[in-house]
Nanobody
């Protein structure tokens, strides 16, 4: 059974930084694109960033461009989200997910491209 466990969330002031981690188990991690999504209270879950199996291609939302960076370590079976210059509007529960093997390109920006999800980690940015 695939398991994804996010960590690293917390409370931070605007302008601060956090690094989220997502540890995966029970899958050939290096074979899959991984993504990060977030869901703010009362809003739909939205795409944040994704990274290809070898880290060679990344996808990102315009709302986090230049501030967030996704990376992965295929030895540790972990994907990361480095978040800098945080804003109050970044407050949300952040989820990592494993993409379906038949997803390609812009599919990765949509939830339907992902098969497995973590339980989420809360990020709160105070003004």
């Amino acid at each position: 059974q695939v398991q994804l466990v996010e960590s690293g969330g917390g409370l931070v002031q605007a302008g601060g930084s956090l690094r989220l981690s997502c540890a995966a188990s029970s899958l050939t991690f290096s074979g899959y694109t991984m993504g990060w999504f977030r869901q703010a209270p009362g809003k739909e879950r939205e795409f944040v960033e994704a990274i290809s199996w070898n880290g060679g291609i990344t996808y990102y939302s315009d709302s986090v461009k230049g501030r967030f960076t996704i990376s992965r370590d295929n030895v540790k079976n972990t994907v990361y989200l480095q978040m800098n210059s945080l804003k109050p509007e970044d407050t949300a529960v952040y989820y990592c997910a494993v993409a379906r093997s038949d997803s390609i390109g812009k599919d990765y920006l949509t939830q339907r491209a992902y098969d497995y999800w973590g339980q989420g980690t809360q990020v709160t940015v105070s003004s």
